[in-house]
């Protein structure tokens, strides 16, 4: 028996060498299968072949782990194989092998955008066998490129020429079909605002992309696109710098100076694609400019900062913002603090605050749209990053809102896989922005739902929020404090919920919609409000209409007071009404004392709440005791069977 116990233990241990050699599995599974030869008893052989199942485990583990390091390695490589000097002609060469290689695909190239014709024409590509050569051109308004540039991240189809849901052409599909083309992804090469052009990347065989490859093929598009204004800007500059040569001593010196600060832009914005953190960007941009710096985002919260800039929240500081945001220029602090505005292309990313050590001189003022322009490379690398991920929670709010008959289990999969529980309570909560701002709104919208780990989706001309809560008044309430300031003027918003099926986000979506009708209706745009705000106009905008709900809310303690005590509160308040608030002739009608209808009232008083004959309060409870009348009368009619709580009273 012992002699079984260690023949079992040198086996296990062998695995374990085996593992720490990084043996091959094979090698494992003939360890078991001769352990198996041996005549090792039942038992010890079950503990052999659970060693080596998790063994493999193991191994599997490591090897996943492998490509990872060795994806982001690749990438890496790539990001600092572009800062290279190139010109256009080889850069674009470099980008379509490297992502040729990186995806395991076929073929892949790029297409730039000609405004004039209309049209795209592909600039290079690498893989092609005959029809995608240099100078084809493609139409607009069709194919997965017009998509990836539409919705700003990439698009992918796993067979292009039966996926229906392309906007297909005959001229890319008979390029398409020439080439054997199947699975295609594109990412659009945006600079800015600037859709100039499309990197495409294609397999000819069927193939389903992960978000691994989505998300590697976001980051290939952005640090391209980079690449590429790199070199134009680069080009465009060295075509000045020929001209300069050509005058005087003056010129070279401009032109001495003209080299330093492009070096030390080709170094910062190199710095920004080096997969550095902003922190690590905003160290170098202090050494080079001499001071503190402090990057802060579009609602002045503090994103990274090196020493310290002392009047960064200083009155005169914060309308230097709004001035250098408006004009996108830099502007001068009496402090001798400089103000500098991020922006890409037409959008406000934030701004860059400089305290420098010595006053600037003449060349401070380009190096500060430098540093400032290295921050927005950075920060759009960051945002391509995250659209990739954000594309597919987008997409399953808006499955959620248009199909939500679909199984329920489909949605909750979904979402665990984007490390969210729908099962969790959740609210709905629309917002519409006004004074033409949905733009700017809509980029908040989405940076709010990723902190608050929910979902954005825009819907004639309205955004929508699904939110992880339980109190749809107060989620509209933090969404309008949040937003109407980064606006500058009011939104208006209608919450509902919270749901905790799939099912019922289509539903909650239409009761935020109509409570924000409502808002409109009642002439308060700029305010927010849910159902339970609203009081009964919330009982009929909702699709449930729980009026026994509303009554118990409204007049439960006056109604289970009579219950328990007999006495004729809700009679004596019916009356009251009635009598136009004349305790005096609300006594006639009963035939009791005016004391008596005192009292009675002050017992309402202590029940109801001292605010319960305040204008909006009396009108609930006057709605309240209607609907608690019908339903008294429709109990009656039906043979006395209880048709609600509100009924308890006997009235």
């Given at each position: 028996?012992k002699?079984?116990e260690?023949?079992?233990?040198?086996?296990?241990?062998?695995?374990?060498?085996?593992?720490?050699?990084e043996?091959?599995?094979?090698?494992?599974?003939?360890?078991?299968?001769?352990?198996?030869?041996?005549g090792?008893?039942?038992?010890?052989?079950?503990?052999?072949?659970?060693?080596?199942?998790?063994?493999?485990?193991?191994?599997?583990?490591?090897?996943?782990?492998?490509?990872?390091?060795?994806?982001?390695?690749?990438?890496?490589?790539?990001?600092?194989?572009?800062?290279?000097?190139?010109?256009?002609?080889?850069?674009?060469?470099?980008?379509?092998?490297?992502?040729?290689?990186?995806?395991?695909?076929?073929?892949?190239?790029?297409?730039?955008?000609?405004?004039?014709?209309?049209?795209?024409?592909?600039?290079?590509?690498?893989?092609?066998?005959?029809?995608?050569?240099v100078?084809?051109?493609?139409?607009?308004?069709?194919?997965?490129?017009?998509?990836a540039?539409?919705?700003?991240?990439?698009v992918?189809?796993?067979?292009?020429?039966?996926?229906?849901?392309?906007?297909?052409?005959?001229?890319?599909?008979?390029?398409?079909?020439?080439?054997?083309?199947r699975?295609?992804?594109?990412?659009?090469?945006?600079?800015?605002?600037?859709?100039?052009?499309?990197?495409?990347?294609?397999?000819?065989?069927i193939?389903?992309?992960?978000?691994?490859?989505?998300?590697?093929?976001s980051?290939?598009?952005?640090?391209?696109?980079?690449?590429?204004?790199?070199?134009?800007?680069?080009?465009?500059?060295?075509?000045?710098?020929?001209?300069?040569?050509?005058?005087?001593?003056?010129?070279?010196?401009?032109?001495?100076?003209?080299?330093?600060?492009?070096?030390?832009?080709?170094?910062?914005?190199?710095?920004?694609?080096?997969?550095?953190?902003?922190?690590?960007?905003?160290?170098?941009?202090?050494?080079?400019?001499?001071?503190?710096?402090?990057?802060?985002?579009?609602?002045?919260?503090?994103?990274?900062?090196h020493?310290?800039?002392?009047?960064?929240?200083?009155?005169?500081?914060?309308?230097?913002?709004?001035?250098?945001?408006?004009?996108?220029?830099?502007?001068a602090?009496?402090?001798?603090?400089?103000?500098?505005?991020?922006?890409?292309?037409?959008?406000?990313?934030?701004?860059?605050?400089?305290?420098?050590?010595?006053?600037?001189?003449?060349?401070?003022?380009?190096?500060?749209?430098?540093?400032?322009?290295?921050?927005?490379?950075?920060?759009?690398v960051?945002?391509?990053?995250?659209a990739?991920?954000?594309?597919?929670?987008?997409?399953?709010?808006?499955?959620?809102?248009?199909?939500?008959?679909?199984?329920?289990?489909?949605?909750?999969?979904?979402?665990?896989?984007?490390?969210?529980?729908?099962?969790?309570?959740?609210?709905?909560?629309?917002?519409?922005?006004?004074?033409?701002?949905?733009?700017?709104?809509a980029?908040?919208?989405?940076?709010?739902?990723?902190?608050?780990?929910g979902?954005?989706?825009?819907?004639?001309?309205?955004?929508?929020?699904?939110?992880?809560?339980?109190?749809?008044?107060?989620?509209?309430?933090?969404?309008?404090?949040?937003?109407?300031?980064?606006?500058?003027?009011?939104?208006?918003v209608?919450?509902?919920?919270?749901?905790?099926?799939?099912?019922?986000?289509?539903?909650?979506?239409?009761?935020?919609?109509?409570?924000?009708?409502?808002?409109?209706?009642?002439?308060?745009?700029?305010?927010?409000?849910?159902?339970?705000?609203?009081?009964?106009?919330?009982?009929?905008?909702?699709?449930?209409?729980?009026?026994a709900g509303?009554i118990?809310?409204?007049?439960?303690?006056?109604?289970?007071?009579?219950?328990?005590?007999?006495?004729?509160?809700?009679?004596?308040?019916?009356a009251?009404?009635?009598?136009?608030g004349?305790?005096?002739?609300?006594?006639?009608?009963?035939h009791?004392h005016?004391?008596?209808?005192?009292?009675?009232?002050?017992?309402?008083a202590?029940?109801?709440?001292a605010?319960?004959?305040?204008?909006?309060?009396?009108?609930?409870?006057?709605?309240?005791?209607?609907?608690?009348?019908?339903?008294?009368?429709?109990?009656?009619k039906?043979?006395?069977?209880?048709?609600?709580?509100?009924?308890?009273?006997?009235?």
């Amino acid at each position: 028996m012992k002699r079984a116990e260690g023949a079992e233990i040198g086996e296990i241990l062998a695995i374990l060498e085996l593992l720490a050699a990084e043996a091959p599995p094979s090698e494992l599974e003939d360890l078991v299968r001769r352990a198996r030869a041996s005549g090792l008893e039942a038992d010890a052989l079950s503990r052999l072949e659970r060693a080596e199942y998790l063994a493999s485990r193991v191994h599997a583990q490591l090897s996943r782990r492998q490509q990872r390091e060795a994806g982001l390695s690749a990438l890496v490589d790539v990001a600092r194989e572009l800062t290279l000097p190139y010109d256009l002609d080889a850069l674009l060469n470099t980008i379509t092998r490297r992502t040729r290689t990186l995806l395991g695909l076929d073929m892949s190239y790029i297409t730039f955008r000609d405004a004039a014709a209309g049209d795209s024409y592909v600039r290079t590509s690498d893989g092609h066998a005959s029809a995608l050569t240099v100078g084809y051109r493609v139409p607009y308004s069709s194919g997965i490129g017009d998509e990836a540039i539409t919705s700003s991240v990439p698009v992918w189809s796993p067979d292009y020429l039966s996926d229906e849901r392309m906007r297909h052409s005959d001229v890319l599909d008979e390029v398409v079909r020439a080439e054997g083309l199947r699975a295609i992804i594109a990412a659009p090469l945006l600079f800015g605002d600037d859709a100039f052009g499309v990197l495409y990347a294609a397999g000819r065989n069927i193939r389903h992309f992960t978000v691994g490859d989505v998300s590697l093929m976001s980051s290939l598009g952005a640090l391209a696109a980079v690449a590429i204004e790199r070199t134009r800007t680069l080009e465009r500059s060295h075509a000045d710098v020929i001209s300069l040569r050509s005058d005087s001593s003056q010129t070279a010196s401009l032109l001495g100076e003209f080299r330093r600060l492009n070096e030390l832009h080709t170094s910062l914005v190199d710095h920004a694609l080096a997969g550095n953190s902003l922190n690590s960007l905003v160290t170098e941009v202090a050494g080079i400019l001499g001071g503190a710096v402090l990057v802060r985002d579009v609602e002045h919260r503090p994103l990274a900062a090196h020493g310290t800039v002392p009047t960064a929240d200083g009155t005169e500081v914060l309308r230097a913002c709004q001035t250098a945001a408006t004009r996108r220029t830099p502007v001068a602090v009496a402090d001798g603090t400089w103000v500098v505005p991020v922006t890409a292309g037409n959008e406000e990313l934030g701004v860059l605050l400089l305290r420098p050590d010595e006053p600037l001189d003449e060349s401070g003022a380009p190096l500060l749209g430098m540093a400032a322009q290295s921050v927005a490379v950075l920060l759009q690398v960051q945002r391509g990053e995250e659209a990739a991920a954000s594309s597919f929670r987008d997409e399953l709010f808006e499955d959620l809102l248009a199909a939500p008959h679909r199984p329920t289990k489909q949605f909750i999969q979904r979402a665990r896989r984007l490390g969210i529980d729908l099962e969790r309570p959740h609210v709905v909560v629309v917002i519409r922005p006004e004074g033409g701002a949905q733009g700017r709104a809509a980029g908040w919208a989405a940076s709010y739902a990723r902190r608050m780990h929910g979902f954005r989706s825009i819907q004639s001309g309205c955004i929508a929020l699904l939110l992880p809560a339980t109190d749809a008044s107060a989620s509209a309430r933090a969404v309008s404090a949040e937003l109407t300031p980064l606006l500058g003027h009011p939104v208006t918003v209608g919450a509902a919920g919270p749901v905790s099926d799939p099912g019922l986000v289509q539903q909650a979506h239409q009761e935020a919609l109509r409570c924000l009708d409502a808002l409109v209706s009642l002439d308060s745009v700029g305010a927010y409000a849910s159902p339970e705000d609203l009081g009964f106009l919330g009982v009929l905008l909702s699709d449930n209409r729980d009026a026994a709900g509303f009554i118990t809310a409204t007049i439960g303690p006056i109604l289970d007071y009579d219950a328990q005590r007999m006495t004729e509160l809700t009679r004596t308040l019916d009356a009251y009404f009635a009598a136009g608030g004349s305790p005096t002739h609300a006594a006639e009608a009963l035939h009791v004392h005016p004391n008596t209808v005192s009292r009675r009232l002050e017992r309402i008083a202590d029940l109801l709440g001292a605010d319960w004959l305040k204008p909006e309060r009396a009108l609930e409870v006057q709605v309240a005791l209607r609907l608690q009348r019908a339903h008294a009368l429709l109990r009656h009619k039906d043979g006395g069977r209880p048709a609600a709580h509100a009924d308890s009273s006997g009235q």
